[in-house]
């Protein structure tokens, strides 16, 4: 079975095993929306400073969403020991972190997607106009949150304390990849609006980075 | 001199982590010395 | 074992000598900054252990690497030593920013691009160690700890490049005194000089926490040993009986 047919099965399981509960999804979209209501607290959320500082809290929503929602990627398999049967299965383990990762991004995806339009109306911002650009960076943001984001929830699977390891694993290495996706944001969010082609550099430098090293580990963190 | 204290202390800083760091490591090594010869000892009247 | 304890005490002394000795260049040797006066002789100090940080930190990454390929515990005694040694060097750049940064700016913490990023860099840092004391097996420990070790060196550029770029379009006052200011002579020297004893330093700390290592792992085997002993006693005992 090739690599990408196996990831295939494996994604479309795990979007099954999401979409028959939506206890992942239904929890993390409360969640994020939660964060996004309290940060409008702590300051004047119509003024013309939430179009400097919302951004910023966007994406520190997302993150924290994606911390939540990553976490029972791996632990999920842990208590049915689902995970040894995947293991002995003959399929390549990068197919298996990939599918797991896809899946993730789906679902990190869709909650960015059904919080954006909130975001919009809750703190007086337009994305109309850079809607097509906007996507891309969201893409590209939760590509790398995800994929680290997948790692490191198999690392965390192994140790104790994993709900909150997994954060504190994941925060400072997405550093880059918040402050880029922030920036990129702001920028679209200007006056002109405009994709600065540096930030979405350190975008992509970070996914592609980060993929491949995946790859190269991903024997020594699928073994047994 | 301008700023004495600051200097002063950001030096004192400098030594003391390093220092208290050396001496915390240097202990535990002596201590699992004792502990190691110990365990020896033991292997050995076995 | 009493001569070699003798040897360790000997570099020991001799190191904390050097130091001292460049401690002195930075204090005395070191000619008198235009702007800043005493306090820039931190620099001195400040940037070199920057510089020491880095290097143990790719210490750690090369034995993080050398663990997974070869599955040796030396590399992960070297890997958590290093990252250890590492992190002290970073504390020590990170107290003595803010005390520069005071005087010279008025307030403790400017986000200059560097501080930050050092910064972010002792988090990574902090951030492996906890994990190694939160991942309880000793087969897995090793593992799991170098994959995350290379994530987080991997993550250095990154984090340095970014930080840069954001603070270029947000511009705040910079600690090292910006790109144009140039740097003479003896002071190149005397920054070298702190370099050097910081190096020599960092390698001392690095070979005491492997031997630590090392040790614990000796300690782990005997008990070991004397437990599987004392068992199979117990079993022999039992069987007669």
Not at chain 1, 117 to 139: A, D, K
Not at chain 3, 1 to 14: D, E, I, P, Q, Y
Not at chain 3, 85 to 114: E, H, M, N, Q, S
């Amino acid at each position: 079975m090739t690599t990408s047919r196996a990831a295939a099965i494996i994604l479309a399981k795990e979007l099954r095993a999401e979409f028959r509960t939506r206890e992942l999804l239904n929890t993390t979209i409360v969640f994020a929306l939660m964060v996004v209501v309290l940060f409008s607290f702590s300051f004047d959320p119509t003024s013309a400073e939430s179009r400097r500082y919302g951004p910023g809290l966007l994406w520190i929503a997302f993150l924290f969403a994606g911390s939540l929602m990553l976490h029972p990627s791996f632990a999920r398999e842990q208590a049915n020991d689902t995970l040894n049967a995947l293991r002995m299965a003959p399929v390549d383990p990068f197919a298996i972190l990939l599918g797991k990762t896809l899946a993730n991004f789906c679902f990190l995806l869709f909650a960015e997607l059904l919080l954006l339009p909130i975001f919009s109306v809750l703190y007086n911002v337009s994305f109309v106009g850079v809607l097509g650009r906007l996507l891309l960076v969201l893409v590209l943001g939760t590509l790398g949150i995800v994929i680290t984001g997948t790692v490191f929830s198999a690392v965390a699977a192994q140790a104790r304390m994993r709900e909150l390891l997994l954060p504190l694993l994941l925060l400072p290495v997405l550093t880059p990849l918040l402050i880029a996706a922030v920036e990129a944001t702001i920028g679209l969010l200007g006056d002109p609006p405009e994709l600065t082609r540096s930030w979405l550099a350190v975008l992509i430098g970070f996914d592609v980075v980060f993929l491949t090293a995946s790859w190269l580990l991903c024997d020594h963190l699928l073994e047994e | 001199m301008k700023n004495f204290e600051s200097l002063f202390a950001a030096y004192m800083f400098v030594w003391a982590i390093f220092l208290v760091y050396e001496f915390t490591v240097a202990r535990r090594v002596a201590r699992l010395q004792a502990e190691l010869d110990r365990l020896k000892e033991m292997v050995r009247h076995n | 074992m009493a001569a070699s304890s003798r040897g360790n005490l000997g570099a020991a002394l001799a190191v904390f000598a050097l130091l001292g000795f460049a401690c002195c260049a930075a204090l005395f040797i070191a000619p008198d900054e235009a702007t800043m006066h005493a306090i820039q002789r931190i620099f001195y100090f400040h940037v070199p252990s920057a510089w020491t940080a880095f290097v143990a930190f790719l210490i750690t990454f090369i034995a993080n690497i050398a663990y997974l390929v070869t599955r040796k515990p030396k590399w992960d005694w070297l890997g958590v030593s290093s990252a250890e040694v590492g992190l002290a060097f970073c504390t020590v750049v990170l107290v003595t920013g803010p005390i520069w940064a005071k005087p010279v700016w008025g307030i403790w913490w400017t986000w200059d691009a560097r501080l930050t990023s050092t910064f972010v860099l002792w988090l990574l840092y902090v951030s492996y160690l906890l994990l190694r004391t939160l991942l309880a097996d000793p087969e897995r420990r090793p593992v799991f700890s170098a994959i995350f070790g290379i994530f987080a060196y991997l993550d250095v550029p990154l984090v340095y490049f970014s930080i840069r770029l954001w603070r270029t379009q947000h511009p705040q006052p910079v600690i090292l005194g910006g790109s144009g200011s140039g740097i003479n002579a003896v002071m190149l020297r005397v920054l070298l000089l702190c370099w050097a004893a910081l190096t020599a330093l960092m390698i001392l700390l690095l070979r005491e926490r492997y031997r630590l290592e090392r040790m614990r792992h000796e300690t782990d085997e005997l008990r070991f040993e004397i437990e599987g002993r004392a068992a199979d006693r117990e079993m022999a005992g039992k069987g007669r009986g």
